[in-house]
Structures are given as C-alpha cells and as structure tokens.
C-alpha cells in the first residue's frame, strides 16, 4: 500500500531539474524514495540571504520537508545529506547526469513510489561524479536498467519479429518492436545494426549490479554503438527526444575541441 501523506511530510529526494518562478522562486522536480516524484515551489530560493538555496543544486542527494499544496507542495526544508561538486565544473558530468535524470522524470509520472529507481538514479549519479573516467559505459548500464524497471525492457534473447535464434552475425535492432531482429527478417525502416558484441555486452550490463560497468573491455566503437541503440530505445519510449541530448553533443564538442 502506498504511504499515506500528511499535510506536511519528509523524503529523501534527488533533484532530477529546477526552473525559475517570479522574481525570486523557483519550481524544483524532485524524485523521492519515500513517494516518487513531486514538483514543489521553493520561495525566495534566488534571493541572497536564503537557507534553502545552497541544498537544492540539481542531483544534490537532499533531504527534504515539504507541504502539500493544492497544485504544487512547498518546500519548506531542505539538507544536503550529499553533494557532487565534480558536476558544476564538468560539462560531461553534468550532461550525462542531466540524461540519467530526465529519463526518470520523463518516465515516471507524480507521486508513484519506486525505492528501487530511487537506489539505481543515486548510485548511478555517484558513479558519474567518481574519478571513474567510464562514464558513458556506467549511463549504458543506467538506461537499461531503468528502462527493465519501467516495464521497457528490450528484447536480447531472440528475434523479436519472428522469434528465431540470433546467429553470431550482424543483426539488427528495432526501436519500434523493442528488440532485436534477426538477420533475416526484414527491416521496418527504423531498424539499426547491432553487432554481436553489443548483444552480449547488453545481456551482460542488464545482469550485473549497477557498478559493475566499470569491470567491462569496451572500446570507442562499441560504446557509440550501444549509445546509438539505446537513444533510439529511449526516443522511441519517450516519443520523442531527450532534452539533454543537446547538452551532450555541447559537451562532445567541448571536449573534441580541447587542447591533447
Ligand atoms: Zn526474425
């Protein structure tokens, strides 16, 4: 049963996005473990003197007091209980974070309690403020297994179209059915290629436990692959795309163009 909420109650939130209101407030989404996501008002958090403003940076892991209102709750309280500075100086950091985030807000509607996408945002948000530099490998890892908690999970066992066996061979991958395709059946269009090595490195992520991306032999091309793959997976899910793509490409160009 879900958790009964009071006229004021506490959560342990992520902040997943935040935009300004007025003058001086501003609207925070956050994603709580306790009941799932929440839009509340955080008043006079742009002014100088405010308590709240320093514990509501985005992806701060915070502890929150809200009360409820009739179309947006009110913060009332909120204390850092971890932040992740490595995110405001680091614009791979901070889009990737910003990914991982959208794809829980978008995906997930207000006030659906899922203690277990709460666990996998949070510790996939570590991973990605960590000195572990394989950071696209670990969001890979995120997508799918958000994406299997969500009731999205692709398809990898067998062709998705006819139910054949996959051959050890270039196949391919539909958006659109959710899954792989075997090499005989043919394209709808919207299909990609997927290599063998991207099957099983899928299988292998969605089994292990978040984390366990950092073990894998990847290289660059099987990573763009598989990003490839899952942004189509996604864009098909969410019937369009995701705001942060375009902060992404920022931050790969960012990075091309910095000095070796
Ligand atoms: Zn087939």
């Known amino acids: 049963m879900r958790p009964q909420r009071p006229q004021s109650y506490r959560a342990e939130a992520i902040l997943p996005r935040r935009s300004n209101l007025g003058e001086a407030d501003r609207i925070v989404t956050l994603y709580t473990r ?16 405010s308590r709240l403003a320093g514990h509501i940076e985005l992806f701060t892991h915070v502890d929150v007091y809200l ?3 009739t179309n947006l709750d009110v913060l009332t309280q909120a204390t850092a209980i971890e932040i992740f500075p490595t995110m405001s100086n680091d ?8 990914w991982a985030a959208e794809v829980v807000d978008r ?3 207000v006030g659906e309690p899922d203690p277990e996408l709460f666990a996998l945002l949070l510790a996939t948000i570590r ?21 299997s908690r969500l009731g999205y999970r692709p398809h990898l066992e067998s062709c998705v179209n006819c139910g054949g066996g996959l051959k050890e061979m270039v196949n391919q991958f539909s958006p659109g059915l959710g899954g792989v395709m075997c090499h005989g059946c043919d394209s709808d269009g919207a299909a990609l290629t997927i290599s063998p090595s991207a099957i099983k490195v899928m299988r292998w992520l969605e089994s292990q436990e978040i984390g366990a991306a950092g073990r894998l032999n990847s290289n660059a091309a099987l990573d763009a692959e598989l990003e490839r793959i899952h ?3 996604l864009n098909q899910v969410l019937g369009g795309m995701l705001r942060s793509a375009s902060l992404l490409d920022r931050s790969r160009t960012h990075n091309a163009a910095r000095p070796v």
């Open 127 to 147: 991973l990605l403020a960590s000195e572990d530099e394989r950071r696209s490998i670990h969001l890979r890892q995120f997508e799918l297994h958000a994406l």
């Open 34 to 49: 306790e009941y799932g996501k929440r839009r509340a008002v955080a008043k006079s958090v742009r002014r100088s003197k």
């Open 91 to 98: 614009l791979d950091r901070f889009a990737k974070a910003s």
């Open 231 to 233: 942004t189509a997976c």
């Open 67 to 69: 009360a409820v209102g």
């Open 107 to 109: 995906l997930t509607l």
